[in-house]
C-alpha cells in the first residue's frame, strides 16, 4: 500500500518570503499522481497543484511549484512571495494510476499547518 | 451546482443514534469518493463510486458504515449506532472520473459529526 509521509507538523514564513513543504511517499508503482491540497480553516480543500510521475519537469502555478524527485520518492511545495491568504493547513497526496474497475483515491499525509506572519 | 454541496455542515449525535450525511456531486461527476477527517490529521479514504456502482469501500471502518449513490448522482454516508470514535470531519469528493489525465478531484466543506 502507499504512504505518504508530512514530516513538518508546522511550518512558519513571513509575508513576501519563500517556504518549502516537504512530503516523501512509498510506493512501488512506477506511474502515478502527485498532489498539494491547500485546507483553509472552511474545510474545503482545494488543488494547489499536481505532478504526474512521468513528467521530468516540475509542475509550477503562479507562486506555488514543486520540487519533484522520483528517485527519492520526495515531492515538496515551494510557496514563494508568501501571502497571508496562504495560511491554511497543506496536504500531499498520492494517486494511483487508473485502471478499469479501479479506485481513484487519494492517499493523504497528516498535513502542515503553514503561518504567514506579517 | 457550482461545487460539491454536503449537508448538513454540522451534525451533533448521542452515542447509539444513526446518522444519514448528504452529498451532491458536481453535475456529470462520474466518480464520488467520501473521506473521514479526524481533528489534526490528514483525510482517510471510506469509498469510491463510479456512477452507482460502489467499486472500493475498503476503508469503511466497520460495518456501521454503509454509503450509497442510487442513481448515480447524490449520495448518502450512513452510520448506524454512532460511538464516540465517529467524531470527524466527512468530506465528499467529486471528479469527471474514468481515468481522465487532468481529472481533479473537487471537495465539499465537509460535515464535522460530534458524537457525544
Known amino acids: 500500500a502507499q504512504t505518504v509521509t508530512q514530516s513538518q507538523p508546522e511550518m512558519s514564513v513571513q509575508e513576501a518570503e519563500t517556504v518549502t513543504l516537504s512530503c516523501t511517499y512509498d510506493?512501488?508503482?512506477?506511474?502515478?499522481?502527485l498532489f498539494w491540497y491547500k485546507q483553509p480553516p472552511s474545510r474545503q480543500m482545494i488543488l494547489v497543484i499536481r505532478?504526474?510521475?512521468?513528467?521530468?519537469q516540475n509542475a509550477t502555478e503562479n507562486r506555488f511549484s514543486v520540487n519533484f524527485q522520483k528517485a527519492a520518492k520526495s515531492f515538496s511545495l515551494k510557496i514563494s512571495d508568501s501571502q497571508l491568504g496562504d495560511a491554511a493547513m497543506y496536504f500531499c497526496?498520492?494517486?494511483?494510476?487508473?485502471?478499469?474497475?479501479?479506485?481513484?483515491?487519494?492517499?493523504f499525509g497528516k498535513g502542515t499547518k503553514l503561518t504567514v506572519n506579517p | 451546482g457550482a461545487g460539491v454541496s454536503q449537508s448538513p455542515r454540522y451534525k451533533v449525535a448521542k452515542r447509539g443514534q444513526d446518522v444519514a450525511l448528504r452529498c451532491d456531486p458536481i453535475s456529470g461527476h462520474v466518480s464520488l469518493f467520501w473521506y473521514q477527517q479526524a481533528l489534526g490529521q490528514g483525510p482517510e479514504f471510506l469509498t469510491y463510486f463510479q456512477n452507482e456502482a460502489q467499486l472500493d469501500k475498503s476503508g469503511l471502518p466497520s460495518d456501521r458504515f454503509f454509503a450509497e449513490r442510487p442513481e448515480g448522482s447524490v449520495s448518502t454516508l450512513k452510520i448506524q449506532r454512532t460511538q464516540q470514535e465517529d467524531s470527524a470531519v466527512y468530506l465528499c469528493?467529486?471528479?469527471?472520473?474514468?481515468?481522465?489525465?487532468?481529472?481533479?478531484?473537487?471537495f465539499g466543506q465537509g460535515t464535522r459529526l460530534t458524537v457525544v
Open positions: 505532478q504526474e510521475a512521468y513528467k521530468q
Open positions: 469528493a467529486s471528479s469527471l472520473g474514468r481515468g481522465l489525465l487532468n481529472t481533479e478531484a473537487f
Open positions: 510506493t512501488s508503482e512506477s506511474d502515478y499522481y
Open positions: 497526496a498520492y494517486r494511483s494510476p487508473y485502471e478499469e474497475g479501479g479506485s481513484e483515491k487519494l492517499v
